[in-house]
């Protein structure tokens, strides 16, 4: 008999729910690299991970396209974890001396949030383009903060 079993036991015993504890080697997140699948998100991660899942096959039923063409796991994976490690990333967010007009404050707005989609795993100039796959996932994540 080994140790499980008696454990096991033993719960059954005192009709009790017990929960067993976690290994103390439990792997830690490393937010310095950028994951290339979900299991390597954080918790807090893997739930907007789970929302854009849920908005590819919305988007892939719309479409009636494969979901791997609207993004990869791996890309979503790589945006979340660039928009939790940069607090601007893909904000678009401008500095004071470049405000001078509202026209140019969205174009520039605009280029900004598209330069910084293209520096995202998978994501290619159609994509990061307003009305691109890019910008649809930017408002999931921002509607799931």
């Not at 033993?10 to 699948?37: C, F």
């Not at 390597?40 to 907007?48: P, S």
């Not at 280029?111 to 910008?135: N, Y």
Request: aromatic share 6%.
């Amino acid at each position: 008999v080994n140790d499980e079993t008696k454990y096991n036991d033993l719960v059954e015993e005192n009709n009790a729910t017990i929960s067993i504890p976690e290994d103390e080697e439990d792997e830690k997140v490393n937010y310095d690299v950028m994951p290339r699948e979900p299991e390597q998100l954080d918790d807090h991660e893997f739930q907007a991970y789970v929302a854009l899942r849920a908005w590819r096959l919305r988007r892939k039923n719309e479409l009636e396209i494969e979901p791997y063409k609207i993004c990869q796991n791996r890309t979503l994976c790589e945006l979340i974890r660039r928009k939790r490690n940069e607090a601007g990333f893909a904000s678009g967010q401008i500095s004071e001396g470049d405000t001078n007009d509202i026209v140019n404050n969205e174009s520039l707005h605009e280029t900004v949030v598209e330069e910084e989609l293209l520096s995202v795993w998978g994501i290619g100039p159609s994509k990061a383009a307003k009305d691109g796959f890019g910008w649809e996932m930017l408002d999931v994540l921002s509607s799931d903060e």
